[in-house]
Structures are given as structure tokens and as C-alpha cells.
């Protein structure tokens, strides 16, 4: 069993900075991929971004490509979610998810831990 505990969003200004932190229990942490989601009112939950096990493939989606960074480290069980030039468009709450995996799905409902959420606001 993998818990997920999320942290560091707060409300920043467009062009700001911050950084996630998804801190997990659970001995096979090192074993699952790692994905950040996020949910906006009125609107589903996307993908952010994943990286797996190895920590040697991420994938990201368009709207945040060469602004956010996936990265994990083994030895603290916590992956973080570096996100720079951010804009009012990115606030929502963040979730932190893993999943027993080699690759790096996109589906939401194919991960099966899940944080519960950490709100991001960039304000205009």
C-alpha cells in the first residue's frame, strides 16, 4: 500500500514559480511510476505529468512542456513537480498519483494511489 501526501502550492503571480512535493510511504515506492494530475472547477481531472520507476523516461502534457519538471528521488520516497512560468490558466488543485507500472500511462483511472490534492492559483 502507497500513501501520497502532497505539498507546496499557495497562490503566486503569472511568471512565478513553485514546487510540488508528493511525499509517499510504503516500501515499493521505487517500483511505481509517479504522476502529477490536475483539476480546474467545472472541468476533469488531466494529466500533468509522469515519470517512472527508473526515473529514466517523462512524459508531459503540451500545455506544460519547458515550463514544468517531473523529478523523483528514491532515497526520501517524494517526487516533485517543479513548475516555472506559470500562468492563470494552470491554477487548479494538483494531485500527486502512482501506479504499479513500467510505463508511464496518461489515463487518470489508470493509477490507483492517489494525494489529496494540493490547490495552485496564479493570479493575473
Known amino acids: 500500500q502507497v500513501q501520497l501526501v502532497e505539498s507546496g502550492g499557495g497562490l503566486v503571480q503569472a511568471g512565478g514559480s513553485l514546487r510540488l512535493s508528493c511525499a509517499a510511504s510504503?516500501?515499493?515506492?521505487?517500483?511505481?511510476?509517479m504522476g502529477w494530475f490536475r483539476q480546474a472547477p467545472g472541468k476533469e481531472r488531466e494529466f500533468v505529468t509522469g515519470?517512472?520507476?527508473?526515473?529514466?523516461?517523462?512524459r508531459y502534457a503540451d500545455s506544460v512542456k519547458g515550463r514544468f519538471t517531473i523529478s523523483r528521488d528514491g532515497a526520501k520516497n517524494t517526487v516533485y513537480l517543479q513548475m516555472n512560468s506559470l500562468k492563470p490558466e494552470d491554477t487548479a488543485i494538483y494531485y500527486c498519483?502512482?501506479?504499479?507500472?513500467?510505463?508511464?500511462?496518461?489515463?487518470?483511472?489508470?493509477?490507483?494511489?492517489w494525494g489529496q490534492g494540493t490547490q495552485v492559483t496564479v493570479s493575473s
Open positions: 498519483a502512482g501506479v504499479s507500472s513500467w510505463t508511464v500511462p496518461l489515463g487518470y483511472n489508470e493509477y490507483h494511489h
Open positions: 510504503g516500501r515499493t515506492f521505487s517500483r511505481y511510476t
Open positions: 515519470i517512472n520507476w527508473s526515473a529514466d523516461s517523462a
